[in-house]
C-alpha cells in the first residue's frame, strides 16, 4: 500500500530567514590543530548528548525562525531546530534520533540528529533498478548485497519497503528527512517557522 510521506528541509527562503545560511562557523574553530565536534556528525552513527556543537554563530541580518539553516550541518546531517520545535519532534522520536543541545549565542538550540534506518527496510520486499542497463528490475535480499550490486554498476531503489513505519526517519538510499502526514500536520499546526516541507517523491515507500 502506497504511503504519503514529506521531505523535510529548513527553508533557504531569504524574506523568511533575512539570510542564509542563518548560522556560520565561528573564527578561531581549528585553532591549535582541534578537530571540532561538528566534523563527527554523520548519518552513520549517532553522537552522544554531550557532543560539544557550540561552534556556530549567528549570521548577520538573519531572522530567527523555529528551525534554522547551515551550509555546514544541512538537512543531510540533521537540522537545528529551537525547544518549541523539538517538542513537538520528539512525540516521534526513535532509536534513530537524538536531540544534541548546544548554545548560539546565549540562546538554546538543538540539533536533531538521523542516522539511516539500515535494518527498518525489508530488502527482500524491495525492488531495485539497473540505472545502466535500461531500469532492469532487480531483486536484493539485504543491505550488503545492495552495496555489492553498487560496486558493479548503478543501482538505485525503485520501492522500498519498510518494516516499520515510523513518523520520521532516514533511508540509506537518500539524504531527505523522511516525515509522515501526521508530523507535517502537526508542524503545521503549530506554525513551526524556518520550514520548506514538500513530497517525498523520490522512491515508492510502501
Known sequence: MHINYYKLDSTANQSITGVY???RL???VFDNGRVPDYKKVTTQELLPETTDLNDFIYSPGMIKTDIISSD?????KGL???EKTKEILEKYSNEYIKFIPL???D???YFMQLVSSFDNIDYSGSVFIDRVNGNREEKLNSYESF???LGETYIDAKIVAINRKFDMFRIPFSTNIIISETVKRDLEDNSVKGTEISPFNLY???
Open 80 to 82: 537545528f531546530v529551537n
Open 21 to 23: 545560511p542563518q548560522i
Open 26 to 28: 565561528r573564527g578561531g
Open 107 to 109: 540562546d538554546s538550540w
Open 147 to 149: 552495496c555489492a550490486r
Open 103 to 105: 548554545k548560539i549565542s
Open 72 to 76: 555546514i550541518l544541512s538537512e543531510s
Open 204 to 206: 515508492e515507500l510502501q
